[in-house]
T-cell receptor, first 114, second 115 residues
Framework: KNQVEQSPQSLIILEGKNCTLQCNYTVSPFSNLRWYKQDTGRGPVSLTI?????NTKSNGRYTATLDADTKQSSLHITASQLSDSASYIC?????????????FGTGTRLKVLA | DTGVSQDPRHKITKRGQNVTFRCDPI?????LYWYRQTLGQGPEFLTYFQNEAQLEKSRLLSDRFSAERPKGSFSTLEIQRTEQGDSAMYLCASSLLGGERETQYFGPGTRLLVL
């Protein structure tokens, strides 16, 4: 069964600290993996996208890694800011029979405190 | 602002009423998706269109749900005889068919509350 699992479910850190969010997936065939940031009451916004051959991708203070062998990804946030408080969703896409499927994780809720 | 708009942003309705939501995708995008998201969960796929053709529907999309994209541009999602379990955020996303880097752009969502 295609699944995307994220951990932790929620996380509280102090402003300025770093944190790492995890994503494990069992999706086949694999096409790419995205991390989205979703502010409360808003739609998700794409942070990074990685294909099978890419193992790291940065977007400002956000760095995503991908290990396609172990089917794991992480999102590292450096020097966190209050505005980083949001849900972070890992999405794996699959391309069976010519139709894209997007499998969403349940997200990690991050709270950054002053 | 991703360029995808949804209307209304909020809807409160009584059980048994019909509701209709609209999504305007990024103009050149040929794929359009509808998702439902409940509190603390990730978005759940409902259906998607490529141009005006509805190519896939989730088992979540009961007979009370119908979606259209008549001219391959905007889309509507209608829920008939709403139930309290329909209360959720309904998200629309669009993308341009483009291989392994195809990226979905999400709208702000329509939050539905069924009383």
């Amino acid at each position: 069964k295609n699944q995307v699992e994220q951990s932790p479910q929620s996380l509280i850190i102090l402003e300025g600290k770093n944190c790492t969010l995890q994503c494990n997936y069992t999706v086949s065939p694999f096409s790419n993996l995205r991390w989205y940031k979703q502010d409360t009451g808003r739609g998700p916004v794409s942070l990074t996208i990685m294909t099978f051959s890419e193992n790291t991708k940065s977007n400002g203070r956000y760095t995503a890694t991908l290990d396609a062998d172990t089917k794991q990804s992480s999102l590292h946030i450096t020097a966190s800011q209050l505005s980083d408080s949001a849900s972070y969703i890992c999405v794996v896409s699959s391309f069976p029979s010519g139709t894209y499927k997007y499998i969403f994780g349940t997200g990690t809720r991050l709270k950054v405190l002053a | 602002d991703t360029g995808v708009s949804q209307d209304p942003r909020h809807k409160i309705t009584k059980r048994g009423q019909n509701v209709t939501f609209r999504c305007d995708p990024i103009s050149e995008h040929n794929r359009l998706y509808w998702y439902r998201q409940t509190l603390g969960q990730g978005p759940e796929f409902l259906t998607y269109f490529q141009n005006e053709a509805q190519l896939e529907k989730s088992r979540l999309l009961s007979d009370r749900f119908s979606a259209e994209r008549p001219k391959g541009s905007f889309s509507t999602l209608e829920i008939q005889r709403t139930e309290q379990g329909d209360s959720a955020m309904y998200l629309c996303a669009s993308s341009l068919l483009g291989g392994e880097r195809e990226t979905q752009y999400f709208g702000p969502g329509t939050r539905l509350l069924v009383l």
